[in-house]
């Protein structure tokens, strides 16, 4: 119908305005993103809905979608030529409006739907934008179904159906809303700072968090699709640095970061400590474990080792599985182990029931994360932090790198790090542990100290993650060792940030 789409169109022409335009370098590993207009159309986002849909029939799931947008200049336009693709697919479609992407996955529970298409670039720079998507709720993609959606839509591989339906929720916005407050009530109002960078979360966390009692400080919680703040990550350093001093002039007991499509969390403590996601997952972890003993977690590969070497944790009789970086990765990890709850160190939370049902929801882990704190009484969230064992950690750091060569990148080092492990050679004067290679290579020194590298998922970039038990030079001399090797590349650019 579309026919085969093309990577030549150039706005402003005639041939623009008729033709699909679909980089194929906007299929990523679990989602799909693109720079609009530049890697794809409007009439591209209409193919890349009716091979959605195509796909849906394939696998035999019924043709019912969730959809809904973030809040962009472009957002809702892109979301109509999704749903006009997906209507011509044959699919009923349930178009939420402007949402957070977990307001999208709830809805396949609450209106029964079993497919999701969420509209987002999550945090990335307004001009890009992507599609969260899955067919089994709560998992999203991965991919097997982003390689086969792929190969449908790059092939022209639609196949138009009749029956194609349209719904409309204007007040799913409250329905969500009641949904993730309901049945929390802390015990006394903790005075919070919420950050939302000026994404869609603003629209949604501060009225959460004031519905289960907090006494919500906002901090750029105005929707602007410009970001003028700083990027709403709660990864970057830039936006954790900005709610640390907020912190500190307004006395809140604590700061609580949320990303642009509302589906990760951040923290910053009391005395405006910056506290990475994967040690927040740590105090969540004894949380939780403290009632549920022997409770199974799943973490990936860039998260802090206490997982395993925690006295608390051992001693609740915690079980951990490291696993893939990525938030299809551990949802679908924590769902096929029954484990009682995922974290990512980017600070996707997955809870199972009876606290989450599945997917990753930044609303939902803050409201964790605040009960927790309620649960200690006076102990502040620097106390909390404190009484875990001392470690050095990097931030994640993003060296550019073409979406075409990362991965050759990370198999040459990778080669690198195997090779020394199998000669039983040192490195940084230690014996080499274990050279993990689950999601790009992870090294681990006999004192504990690692390094991990791997491809970045949706964007043009590598990750670099360091951590050591022992010092911040050993941290230090892990992540220079690495950087080392990633210079031998003339292909590595920039970081996007580095200790």
Request: overall charge negative; hydrophobic content about 35%; glycine content about 10%.
């Amino acid at each position: 119908m579309f026919g085969i789409p093309r990577t030549d169109l150039k706005p402003n022409t005639p041939q623009y305005e008729s033709n699909a335009l679909i980089s194929a370098n906007g299929f990523r590993e679990y989602d799909a993103r693109w720079l609009f207009e530049k890697e794809v159309n409007l009439t591209g986002i209409q193919a890349l809905g009716l091979g959605l849909g195509t796909y849906f029939h394939e696998i035999g799931v019924p043709p019912r979608v969730v959809v809904g947008h973030d809040y962009r200049s472009y957002s809702l336009s892109v979301k109509q030529a999704l749903t006009i693709g997906l209507m011509t697919a044959g699919c009923e479609v349930h178009d939420i409006r402007m949402a957070i992407t977990p307001a999208a996955y709830y809805a396949q529970f609450a209106l029964d739907v079993p497919c999701v298409a969420m509209v987002t670039a999550s945090h990335n720079e307004n001009g890009w934008t992507g599609v969260k998507m899955g067919a089994h709720r709560p998992l999203t993609f991965g991919p097997d179904e982003i390689n086969r959606l792929k190969e449908i839509v790059l092939s022209g591989a639609g196949v138009p159906r009749s029956g194609g339906n349209y719904f409309r929720y204007d007040g799913f916005r409250q329905t969500y809303m009641k949904a993730v407050s309901e049945g929390h009530k802390l015990s006394r109002p903790i005075k919070v700072l919420v950050a939302c960078g000026n994404g869609t979360g603003g629209a949604f966390a501060p009225e959460a968090l004031r519905k289960i009692g907090a006494d919500v400080i906002e901090m750029d919680c105005d929707l602007d699709y410009n970001f003028p703040n700083y990027n709403p990550n709660p990864e970057d350093l830039h936006m954790l640095h900005a709610i640390a001093k907020r912190v500190k002039e307004t006395g809140a007991e604590i700061g609580i970061a949320i990303d642009g499509d509302g589906d990760r969390c951040g923290v910053v403590d009391n005395n405006g400590n910056e506290i990475f996601a994967d040690k927040i997952g740590v105090l969540l972890a004894r949380d939780l474990s403290s009632k549920n003993h022997g409770a199974q977690f799943v973490v990936d590969v860039k998260s802090t080792g206490l997982y395993l070497t925690d006295p608390v944790l051992k001693a609740n009789g915690v079980k951990t599985d490291y696993w893939k970086t990525g938030h299809s990765y551990i949802k679908r990890r924590t769902t096929e182990l029954n484990a009682l709850a995922g974290f990512e160190k980017s600070g996707h939370f997955f809870f199972n029931p009876p606290i989450g049902r599945g997917y990753d929801d930044g609303i939902i882990a803050a409201i964790a994360v605040l009960e927790m704190l309620d649960r200690a009484g006076k102990t502040t969230m620097s106390d909390l932090v404190d009484s875990l064992p001392k470690t050095w950690g990097s931030p994640t750091m993003g060296p550019y790198c073409p979406d075409d060569k990362k991965y050759d990148v990370v198999a040459a080092i990778t080669k690198e790090y195997e090779d020394l492990k199998a000669k039983g050679a040192k490195l940084l004067g230690q014996d080499i542990v274990s050279v993990v290679t689950v999601n790009g290579v992870r090294v681990t020194l006999a004192d504990g100290t690692w390094g991990l590298l791997r491809a970045s998922s949706n964007k043009p970039s590598l990750v670099v993650v360091c951590e050591s038990p022992v010092s911040d030079a050993n941290m230090r001399a892990m992540f220079k060792d690495i950087d080392t090797r990633l210079s031998h590349h003339s292909e590595v650019g920039e970081y996007d940030q580095k200790i």
